[in-house]
């Protein structure tokens, strides 16, 4: 009798790990071998063909303390900055009037995500022809309006980070408009039309009632948004290049031309781990704020 109820005891004591078997197979072969890597790369001199060559006493490291690096980072800060606080803005405004009763609504709705839908190496290209300085969209249309006399160059040195800032906002907003609609749907009615026989107005209305019922949901959102803009490669790349004159290269742009243009993949895996960083810190502080949120 005590040999079936030991089997049974262990047989119990072993099924969690046997479900949990093929999730921690995945987390080795898909984070813990490539985080692995990551790390012993930018330890020594290593490139796409070899991998791993040998030690070179932290040199990659001391790229981050270059000229060239850190204006990659004040680029960067840049975009990150602008873009989130564009999304924010814009998704909160966007999702305020989505989240009326209006004739069609579904259709704007609709129309509100294709943004987000839409390939982000496609809407770069369409975005480069749009912005095109001789025969752009959007130049045309101006001096068919009789708004300009000379084409404007959106991708001159001058605008071409502003220029990226708007596309990044055009893409981003729909996911805050998307997570804000969701957030607006808990705000009790009853508590609008209290305050609408107070008489507030739409100030005190969205500030009072509105805001502190969508600032989680407004917070995380805007946290992975940060996350992901600083990680945005495709659409850079393929309207600017990080051009001209570096006004445009982003550290995710840095780690591209190291590791593939300049067979420096050493300089570009240490680029990688400050970023990797940087995003568990974002990623720390949303856990942190979603069980406080929790509590």
Known sequence: ????????????????????????????????????????????????????????????????????????????????????????FFGTIMALVLDKPLKGLGVFRAIAIIPWVVPQAFAASMWRWVVNAQFGFINQLLASLGLIEKNISFLSEHTALATVIVVRIWQGTPFMIISLLAALQTVPEDIYEAADLDGVNLWQRFFKITLPFIRPVLLTTTLIITAWTMQIFDTVYIMTAGGPARKTQLVALEVYAKAFQQSDLGTACAISLCILAVIMVISAFKTKLEGGEGA
């Open 1 to 88: 009798m005590n040999k079936p109820n030991k089997r049974l005891r262990l047989g119990r004591a072993v099924e969690p790990y046997i479900y949990l078997f093929p999730t921690i197979v995945l987390f080795v072969f898909i984070l813990a071998i490539p985080l692995f890597n990551l790390v012993k790369y930018s330890l020594g001199e290593s490139n796409i063909i070899q991998g791993y060559v040998q030690w070179n006493n932290f040199e990659n490291f001391s790229y981050l303390a270059s000229k060239k690096f850190l204006g990659s980072v004040q680029v960067t800060m840049i975009y990150v900055l602008f873009g989130v606080l564009g999304v924010v």
